[in-house]
């Protein structure tokens, strides 16, 4: 089946050596709907059978199962140079390195030369080593020839077509190849850049940010063909990288974006709903191997779009909010929506300009990540100007206070005393609030780390031995669910009461470790009576009547004991590891048991290589 119409466009006339031609208008265009014509069918047709004019400034055939046949001629007139050259040579580029199958054919007379391009070739094959499809070819001096052109693509089809003398192509290749290397430079400086910052103040939100330009940069890359290359045998992750990148970086927008715009603790309940799109997107990129090219490219428009339209949502709202910082966020990401819905529309030829899509794509999210960088160093000058505020208000207080007891005479001494006193007491209060655990009243992790050091120093100069029981409440997260979080915070606080009331020595530390997780360490006592304690703490847990107003439930414990008499080395922390990993081997072997370290492994810790 082929489309019907008639053709009848002027010959393409180079006449000036710099000469870069957009063919669209020059060329005629034929469907091959079956996809079978070969260049004898299409050279037998009759002059005025099958192709038709284009009137298209670019051309954009949007998603089509079919082949396409494109014509035009062409003629040298290029002046002589000061070179006998009897032939000039010519270039013509398609600038859409995604199109599968790119057949070339240049026609003068008998005389007829083939070339073959496509990402279903191996980058290896190609003329040349560069992004965008090239077919170079040579015409002699005041000749002319007929070019066709045969186009089938799984993907969009646009064929941004443009003709070239060696010089303007030459010229042309260099301005590309500068304008990619300032993105990638972009890319890659705000990558460094915030890496280093991650690495310094280790926030989530730089780490986040770092992948997210990482990823964005690959699947702008690969929109512009520059990372072919690095695989260039692989035609499969060629045909899909563009899709992964794409879902890779909806997965990482939404995770930055619950970082830098704080919505865990602002907006919880839509702090919920992204993170559910992250794993939606997740799941989605397995399948991308399993469907065919035009459904990862919807999947891509609507996992993306919602995605995107969430997140900026949310930046709006926190705009309203009064949080500054989103500010930055909402226009970088309305900037990507904008350029993500340009290459919708033209995508489907609403608007006939979808060879700027790539650009308009790599462009509008260079410009977010710039402002996402500018948003991020706002939030650190932000924090780092409050810290400073209150030192300098500290400061100012602490002088006041100094020049008002400077002021006072002998007789406001005991007032002196008095107060100073009462800085001691609220510095001790503030102290033993900065190590208890809100919920439970016990000492918290800083304190059981900064306790743990101390203890195990102790203990390595005494030559003592010191033990570490690991406590994790059995199926936590199902009582939670079943009885609610309050009954779920009266354990919590019941299981801190029990463990005070088994450990009463000075030294003996007992603290929440994170979630339904306790440690004790006992300074001074074999693994032996380690042991002991351990099982006591495992058989009130067992007894205890856990009630809650008026439910009822039956809670029981796992341990982990450990015990070292300290070497030379510091081997505290994998003191605490291995208590760690005793305890999980005691909820691998059923749960309410004490598991405790084998005698044979020594009373001195070593790490395993």
Not at 64 to 84: C, E, G, H, K, Q
Request: charged residues 20%; hydrophobic residues 45%.
């Amino acid at each position: 089946m082929l489309m019907a119409g008639v053709s009848a466009h002027a010959s393409v006339v180079l006449d000036n050596d710099s000469q870069s031609v957009n063919l669209s208008r020059y060329m005629s265009i034929l469907e091959d709907v079956s996809g079978e014509l070969t260049l004898p069918d299409i050279l037998a047709l009759n002059s005025n059978d099958g192709f038709t004019a284009i009137n298209d400034e670019h051309l954009q055939l949007g998603y089509s199962t079919s082949a396409f046949w494109l014509r035009f001629s062409v003629s040298n007139r290029l002046p002589a140079s000061d070179i006998s050259a009897l032939e000039d040579r010519f270039y013509l580029t398609l600038k859409y390195p995604l199109l599968d199958s790119v057949d070339f054919y240049r026609v003068a007379g008998d005389d007829i030369v083939q070339l073959k391009e496509g990402d279903m070739l191996p980058f290896h094959q190609r003329l040349f080593a560069v992004s965008d499809y090239v077919f170079p070819f040579s015409l002699a001096k005041h000749g002319s020839a007929t070019l066709f052109v045969r186009v089938a693509s799984s993907s969009s089809l646009p064929i941004p077509l443009r003709l070239q003398t060696e010089k303007a192509f030459v010229e042309n290749s260099s301005k590309e190849d500068m304008l990619n290397g300032i993105y990638v430079g972009i890319s890659v400086g705000l990558g460094v850049y915030n890496l280093i910052l991650f690495l310094i103040i280790r926030s989530r939100a730089h780490g986040f940010y770092v992948l997210m330009v990482f990823s964005i940069m690959m699947f702008n890359t690969g929109m512009a063909g520059l990372t072919y290359r690095f695989w260039p045998e692989s035609i499969q992750f060629q045909q899909m990288n563009i899709y992964l990148w794409s879902f890779t970086s909806a997965v990482l927008v939404p995770l930055f974006g619950m970082e830098f715009l704080k919505t865990k603790e602002s907006f919880p309940r839509f702090h919920s709903v992204l993170k559910l799109l992250v794993w939606l997107n997740l799941l989605v990129i397995p399948c991308l191997w399993w469907v065919s090219v035009a459904t990862a490219a919807k999947l891509t428009v609507v996992f993306t779009g919602v995605t995107a339209l969430s997140v900026i949502f949310v930046a709006i709202s926190r705009v309203f909010q009064g949080f500054t910082p989103a500010i930055y966020y909402t226009i970088g990401q309305g900037a990507v929506i904008g350029s993500v819905i340009f290459t919708a529309v033209t995508s489907q030829k609403v608007i006939p300009l979808y060879h700027l899509a790539p650009e308009v794509m790599k462009w509008c999210s260079a410009f977010e990540l710039m402002l996402f960088s500018i948003g991020l160093a706002g939030i650190v000058t932000t924090e780092r100007r409050l810290r400073e505020q209150a030192q300098r208000e500290s400061a100012k207080a602490q002088k006041a206070l100094l020049d008002s007891q400077i002021k006072r005479n002998e007789d406001l001494d005991v007032l002196v005393e008095q107060r100073t006193r009462e800085l001691e007491s609220l510095n001790l209060q503030l102290l033993r609030l900065s190590n208890q655990d809100e919920l439970t009243g016990m000492h918290n992790r800083r304190y059981l780390n900064e306790s743990l050091i101390k203890e195990y120093e102790q203990a390595r100069a005494n030559q003592k031995p010191i033990s570490i029981l690991m406590i994790d409440i059995d199926h936590f997260k199902l009582i939670n669910d079943h009885y609610g979080h309050q009954f779920g915070d009266f354990c919590l606080q019941a299981a801190g009461s029990i463990l005070h009331a088994n450990t009463h020595r000075p030294p003996d530390v007992c603290a929440r470790y994170g979630g339904e997780e306790f440690v004790v360490v006992l300074p001074d006592t074999s693994l032996k009576n380690a042991t002991i304690v351990a099982e006591k703490i495992r058989r009130n847990f067992e007894n205890y009547d856990f009630c809650f107003h008026e439910d009822h439930a039956q809670v029981s414990v796992s341990i982990g004991v450990c015990c070292e008499t300290p070497s030379p080395i510091d081997h505290h922390e994998l003191l605490l590891n291995r208590a760690d990993e005793l305890l999980y081997q005691a909820k691998s072997e059923g749960r309410n048991r004490v598991v405790v370290q084998p005698p044979e492994s020594g009373s001195q810790l070593v790490p395993v290589s």
